[in-house]
T-cell receptor, first 114, second 115 residues
């Protein structure tokens, strides 16, 4: 079975500081991994995805993530936080076995302070 | 084009009543998913439709939950005899295909409150 673990349900950074949101996965097959962002009262929006091509994936809004098989990690980073980055972030792994079901982590709420 | 549309955006119901939640996917998307998002938890998969295939109902928490998709487009999630633990945000998503790298496009959700 596939699963993801997001360390830290709440992360707070100062504006301009590095953003690091952690995600570790467990998968019995080569994983497809995703990061989604959810702004208040909205649905989820795709930030980026890893699908076995380049291990460093660039997404929207300056975010990127690096797939590290040896560490079973797919951490999300952004060099300089902006106030508009405040949102909830979800890591997800594709569930093998037919269809395209995603298994989501419990989410990390990012707070950006002045 | 238009995104995934869900209605109503908010629903308050009394315990024991039935509710219907509607999802209108992106035109042309063959796959449709329902997820439930409870406070402090991640997204819980409920059910998945792909074309004319039998739906994957493996995530439905009880037989009070059911869903249908008419004409390969609009979907309705029905919860019978609602309980307080059913209170959550119900998210619908659609996808152009079932390939593992095919992204899901989410609606804004229906916030269900059972009193």
């Amino acid at each position: 079975a596939q699963s993801v673990t997001q360390l830290g349900s709440h992360v707070s950074v100062s504006e301009g500081a590095l953003v690091l949101l952690r995600c570790n996965y467990s998968s019995s097959v080569p994983p497809y991994l995703f990061w989604y962002v959810q702004y208040p009262n909205q649905g989820l929006q795709l930030l980026l995805k890893y699908t076995s091509a380049a291990t460093l994936v660039k997404g929207i809004n300056g975010f990127e993530a690096e797939f590290k098989k040896s560490e079973t990690s797919f951490h999300l980073t952004k060099p300089s936080a902006h106030m508009s980055d405040a949102a909830e972030y979800f890591c997800a792994v594709n569930t093998a076995g037919g269809g395209n079901k995603l298994t989501f982590g419990t989410g990390t709420q990012l707070k950006v302070e002045l | 084009g238009a995104g995934v549309s869900q209605s109503p955006s908010n629903k308050v119901t009394e315990k024991g009543k039935d509710v219907e939640l509607r999802c209108d996917p992106i035109s042309g998307h063959t796959a449709l998913y329902w997820y439930r998002q409870s406070l402090g938890q991640g997204l819980e998969f409920l059910i998945y439709f792909q074309g004319n295939s039998a739906p994957d109902k493996s995530g439905l928490p009880s037989d009070r939950f059911s869903a249908e998709r008419t004409g390969g487009s609009v979907s309705t999630l029905t919860i019978q005899r609602t309980q307080q633990e059913d209170s959550a945000v119900y998210l619908c998503a659609s996808s152009p295909g079932t390939e593992r790298n095919s992204p899901l496009h989410f609606g804004n959700g229906t916030r269900l409150t059972v009193t």
